[in-house]
């Protein structure tokens, strides 16, 4: 392979040029394409996937789907897909989604701008030229306008840095990287490493048919029930007559899921009031529903202890063995500062007599065997290890790409103290790049197919307002980007969330920067920033 360090390619190699290339197929490279396309522009999707999807390509453990509503999670930018998609189930399965993001293709015809099992390995800024040159694995390299990172926020795996990992002889699963065919653990004596949301939606599944399942917990989630069900006819049907104003909502809210009403503050209301409300918001089964409940919950930590302590006296109650559920209550940050989980009989799943939960901060993994896995007191064998270690989030994907702008500075060194962006959209030193959901957006805070909607029509309108007049490129000032990485830092820095070692602070990546990542401005307040940064003819950025 040639060196992508070193690399730089000239005219003289190119194989095609397009106005944009889109790095990712996933909903955000999917809608990019169709809408370039659309407005007159010529682009090209590339993914190292099979096909569409993105996370939803990926990810394909038994129990994965999406823990934001379907008649949320899906796109409005055409009210004919919004009208004509059946959604069958409240939270839709990875199956049903994958067949959505399909659908989409078909419907749009994208395929034959989409090409796939090809990884973008680099994209140089040609200063001459005012181009990138973007070069993938599988030989081509081709001269864009415009390069939209649409590569997803957690979509670069982590394995555990436990030493020993080569040695283990059995099966290894990885919940982001699942076999397309599907994995039978029956009869078989199963490892899962991790309790995140995947570990917390497969665990229940992979108990049921394992012979033995033993689930190696670091750090305890707060889960709440999903309260899964099949749609109803009606309330689909009243959801469809009043998708206008509900998506109008759903742009302007705080998370990009509408909430009524405005929260009073935790303090506010009785002991029994709040209670009651934490109730509700238990039985909602929203994501949402509990850290929203009150408007100090995500700022105050005696708020915020108010509904740990109801989620955990939940868990006291689901889980039989006392010591057990000690083990699987959180203590040591706020909810809501690393995601919060839905599940589906997760903490019951600890009551089966053929699962067993190893609390790592009592007795942490010392080593993998050829059999199996030690930790400070015992040797463990097992038929297969399930690794649900998660992701380099937010910024894993973006440096994974060789890319090098003005003056050959490579986004990974820009980047080396944390991610510095203008509006999580654009990066000073990298003109006419874009990064969908990028950090310092709210992007992971929020429903991401209204932030994905948001940054692809805002990318798109850039483009346009750029055709209109004149301009080959655009680059935001290290001034503008500056003061939007501080006013994004003091705002995490008002929250609890730094309190928290989770993918949000990077602090489950070792080396990595510890700064919170996205942006906790709120969706809608955020949305009208990046319009008035449009309306003032892109203010913050140097058009040339
Ligand atoms: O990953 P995670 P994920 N030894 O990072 C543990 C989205 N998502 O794939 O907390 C032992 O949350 C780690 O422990 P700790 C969602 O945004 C959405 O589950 O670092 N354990 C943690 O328990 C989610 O947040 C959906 O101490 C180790 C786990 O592995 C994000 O993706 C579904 C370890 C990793 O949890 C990532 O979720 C799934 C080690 N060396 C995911 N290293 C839905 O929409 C790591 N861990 C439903």
Redesign the pocket.
Known sequence: MTDVQTTTETSDDLTASYDAVIVGAGFAGMYMLHKLRWLGFTARVYDAAGGVGGTWYW?RYPG?????QSLDYSFSFDSELEQEWEWTEKFSTQPEILRYANHVADRYDLWQDMQFNTRIEAAHFDEGAGRWIVRTDQGDVVSAQHVVMAVGT?STPKL???PGIETYQGETYQ??KWPHEGVDFTGRRVAV???????I?SIPLIAEQAAHLTV?Q??P?FSMPAGNRLLDADEVAERRADYPAYRQMARESFFGIPIPGEPKMAFEVSDDERDATYQAGWEAGNLVALIGAYGDILFDKAANDTAAEFIRSKIRDIVDDPEVAEDLCPTDYPVGT??PC?DTNYYATFNRPNVRLVN?RKTP?TQLTPQGIDTSEESFEFDAIVY????DAMTGSLVAVNVRGVGGVELKEAWSDGPMTYLGLAVSGFPNFYTVTGPQSPS?LSNMMVSIEQHVDWIADCMVYMRDNGYSTIECTPEDQLAWVEHSSELGDQTLYPLA?S?YMGA?VPGKPRVFLPYIGGVGPYREKCDQVAANGYEGFKLA
């Open positions: 990810n994965a789907r999406c823990d934001v957690l555990p840095e436990t919940t982001q490493i991790g309790t995140g949301s995947s570990a939606q190696f670091r750090t989630n690393k995601r839905l790592l993994i649900a270690t998660g992701f992971v070692n993918w489950n």
